[in-house]
């Protein structure tokens, strides 16, 4: 049943005559209530705190929103940025956590640092320390939170981490930090069901904003519980689904092991939901040593690493959003264009007849004998072209599980950001941001990186 729609047109056709009067000098007086309250509550410190922080968002023009030429709040540059980042699903992944971590973390420590007059070096902490308290966090989980529970992991640990890095960069106390955090515990959120659409890079932006949210509203005076991430009814326990989760992992393991070595930081060479890419490795594999003619294949086979359907939800798409997260798609436009790039995710691409024509012919299951086990248990995929003349062409593709840097070299990540960045910034502005990224710890405030990318 289609209860999300099912809700919509109940409340789009319901009118006041639908309901009998008892109801509805019940909702009059619980209005009364609500308003009384509110009345009685804005002589409270929190509002005073809450107006003084929407007056000064209103009017500011503290941070770049990168490639749009103007400044906005902090905050509001957080939830841009981060959903900007995270538009295309270009955006790197860490292994322990299935989050896209800078999508979420760069946003709120470059809006911060821009606003506060920050330092690259500065900023840079704030996201190494973001990034450990995210993972940290996260591998105290339980396997249900990634693989059976729904939720899309880089919202809310992300809000996690943004608030840790804000905090660091805004010189919070521990008190302040805590709290930060925990605030921004309760903004967490991002339901993976709305994958394949503009909410989930949303999921990217928000986090990011309420990381810097938190830290400001903190730093001003507003509170949070001290251990909303541990608590009885806190972040752990809710989103591990009540059980399988060890909260003990996070005072073990935080400052102890590295995760950005540990989990490292796995850098996209395609445009898509990253649980296709060993699929798409494979297939590029086979491309490299036969002409594979795609009228002549009969069936592809793809076996993976984890349950179907995680993030490759949609089997059948029919719009380039959908594209990205559908392993179907991704290996058709392998196969009919021999690349798999920005150009391949347009309506037109997905819609084309030949591509829907080998969608129904590609079916993802999961390596046999790891059905119900958790997500990357393995870490490799395996795709079987199976031709019309009987013959079967195989390859594998497995995950590079070691190193901070994954899948690249830092002159792949150059080229990457000129191919992305050709179309707004000249050759010489691309340089010098490139310079400035590669000697951020030098303490360069980061205000003159921000303007080399507002432009």
Request: glycine fraction near 8%; charged fraction near 20%; include cysteine.
């Amino acid at each position: 049943m289609d209860i999300t729609k099912r809700i919509a047109e109940y409340v789009t056709a319901t009118d006041i005559e639908d309901f009998p009067p008892d109801a509805i000098e019940a909702a009059k007086g619980a209005i009364m209530d609500c308003l009384a309250c509110m009345l009685a509550g804005s002589r409270e410190d929190l509002s005073d705190i809450l107006c003084r922080y929407v007056a000064a968002e209103s009017a500011a023009h503290a941070a770049s929103v990168v490639g749009r030429g103007f400044r906005t709040s902090a905050a509001n540059a957080a939830l841009v940025n981060g959903a900007m980042a995270h538009a295309l699903d270009y955006d790197d992944i860490t292994q322990i956590t299935k989050t896209h971590p800078t999508a979420v973390l760069l946003p709120a420590a470059m809006a911060v640092a821009e606003e506060t007059g920050a330092s690259g070096k500065e900023m840079l902490l704030g996201y190494m320390s973001g990034f450990e308290v995210a993972c940290a966090v996260g591998e105290a989980l339980s396997e249900a939170y990634y693989d059976d529970l729904g939720w899309h992991p880089t919202g809310p640990l992300g809000a996690v981490g943004s608030a840790a890095a804000a905090s660091r960069i805004m010189s919070l106390d521990p008190e302040q930090t805590a709290m930060a955090i925990s605030l921004a515990a309760s903004q967490a959120s991002g339901l993976r069901q709305n994958f394949g659409t503009m909410t989930k890079p949303f999921h990217a932006g928000d986090a990011a904003r309420a990381g810097v949210v938190s830290a400001k509203l903190v730093r001003d005076g507003f509170t949070a519980s001290a251990d909303a991430l541990e608590g009885r009814f806190g972040f752990i326990r809710a989103f591990s689904g009540g059980q399988g989760f060890d909260s003990q992992q996070i005072e073990e393991n935080l400052g102890n092991k590295l995760y950005l070595v540990e989990s490292g930081i796995e850098i996209k060479k395609y445009p898509c939901c990253g649980s296709a890419h060993l699929a798409l490795d494979a297939t590029f594999d086979l491309l490299s040593q036969a002409a594979i003619d795609p009228a002549a294949v009969d069936r592809i086979d793809v076996m993976v690493d984890f349950d179907p359907p995680r993030s490759l939800i949609h089997s059948r798409p029919v719009s380039s959003l959908e594209g990205k997260f559908s392993m179907q798609y991704c290996l058709a436009a392998a196969l009919l264009d021999r690349r798999v790039g920005l150009q391949s995710f347009t309506d037109d691409q997905v819609m084309r007849p030949e591509a829907q024509a080998m969608i129904p012919r590609i079916e993802m299951r999961r390596i046999p004998g790891n059905e119900g086990q958790p997500s990357w248990t393995e870490g490799y995929h395996q795709v079987d072209v199976q031709m019309k003349d009987g013959s079967v062409l195989r390859q594998q593709a497995h995950r590079a599980n070691s190193g901070a840097l994954r899948g690249v070299t830092m002159e792949d990540i150059r080229d990457k950001f000129r191919d992305c960045s050709a179309q707004l910034l000249s050759e010489g502005t691309t340089a010098e941001v490139l310079s400035r990224l590669e000697s951020l710890e030098e303490g360069e405030p980061v205000s003159g990186l921000a303007d080399l990318l507002r432009t």
